[in-house]
C-alpha cells in the first residue's frame, strides 16, 4: 500500500495539514534533543521528511539513518537528500522493518517516528525495537495522529477524517491514474490510492489515546514519558528516555 501511494504522499500530507506536518516534524526533532554528533535513527521514515530535519541538527560528525520497508518511499527520500542536504549532511535511507529493526543494541543516540508508530502490526514489539537500538540516556520521540474528544473539534475532527481524507484520496487517485505509466495499470493504481486514504482514518480510530500511548512505552522500557498536544489535540508527540537495562 505504501509502496502505492508514494508518488501522492507528500502532496497528501501537505493537503491534509494545511502544511503544518513539517512544522510538527521540526517539533519532534527539537524534542529529540540531539546535536552535532549525534547518531539517530528514523523509523517508518517515509519519504524522509523528519530524517532531512534531523540532519540539520546533527551536523558536523553526525548521521541520520531514515529506515522503512517500502522501496518506492525510500526512493522519493533519497532524492530529496540529494537536492536538499549537502554531502555532510545528507541522511542515509535503507530498508528496515521496524519490527526487526537491522541495527545493534545501543547504536543511536536517539530513534524517532513520525505518522508511522499506528501503522505497526504489533506496537509494543515496534516500540521495543525502538528502545533496543538507543543507547541508556538516549531519547525515543513518536510523533501521531491522534483522536480529539471533545466539542466541537472532535465534531469537525470526524467530518475531516471520515470524509474529507477519503475524499481527498479519491481526487489524488484520479490524477495519479491520468499519469501515463509504463504497462498501464492506472485503474488499479487509482483504487490503491483511495483504499490508503480510507485506511488512514481507521487506523487513527484503533490507535491507542495519547495516555495509552504513553503506557505503553513505558512497558518497552522507557522512562520520565511525556507528551504534548498540539493542532486541538490532533497531534501528540510521545517521548521517553531508555533507562539502564531497559528491555
Do not use: Q
Request: glycine share 12%.
Amino acid at each position: 500500500m505504501f509502496d502505492r501511494i508514494a508518488g501522492v504522499y507528500d502532496l497528501m500530507n501537505t493537503a491534509m495539514s494545511a502544511g503544518l506536518h513539517h512544522r510538527w516534524r521540526a517539533r519532534a526533532a527539537d524534542i529529540a534533543a540531539v546535536g552535532p554528533g549525534s547518531r539517530v535513527l528514523d523509523v517508518a521514515t517515509g519519504t524522509g521528511d523528519l530524517a532531512l530535519e534531523l540532519a540539520r541538527r546533527v551536523c558536523p560528525g553526525g548521521e541520520v539513518v531514515g529506515a522503512d520497508f517500502a522501496e518506492a518511499m525510500l526512493a522519493r527520500a533519497r532524492a530529496k537528500a540529494e537536492t536538499r542536504c549537502a554531502e555532510i549532511a545528507r541522511p542515509r535511507f535503507e530498508r528496515g522493518d521496524a519490527l526487526a529493526l537491522p541495527y545493534p543494541e545501543d547504536s543511536f543516540d536517539a530513534a524517532t517516528v513520525a505518522f508511522g508508530v499506528r501503522n505497526f502490526s504489533d506496537l509494543r514489539a515496534g516500540l521495543g525495537e525502538m528502545v533496543r537500538v538507543v543507547r541508556p540516556g538516549g531519547r525515543v520521540v513518536v510523533l501521531e495522529i491522534t483522536a480529539p474528544t471533545r466539542a466541537p473539534l472532535a465534531l469537525f475532527y470526524g467530518l475531516w477524517f471520515d470524509r474529507l481524507v477519503p475524499l481527498l484520496g479519491r481526487l489524488a487517485g484520479s490524477l495519479a491514474a491520468g499519469v501515463p505509466r509504463p504497462g498501464g495499470g492506472g485503474g488499479r493504481r487509482s483504487g490503491a490510492i483511495a483504499d490508503a486514504y480510507r485506511y488512514l482514518p481507521s487506523s487513527v480510530r484503533r490507535f491507542p489515546p495519547p495516555a495509552s500511548l504513553a503506557a505503553e512505552m513505558e512497558r518497552a522500557g522507557l522512562r520520565d514519558v511525556r507528551y504534548v498536544l498540539m493542532a486541538g489535540s490532533i497531534i501528540s508527540i510521545h517521548v521517553g528516555t531508555v533507562g539502564a537495562g531497559a528491555p
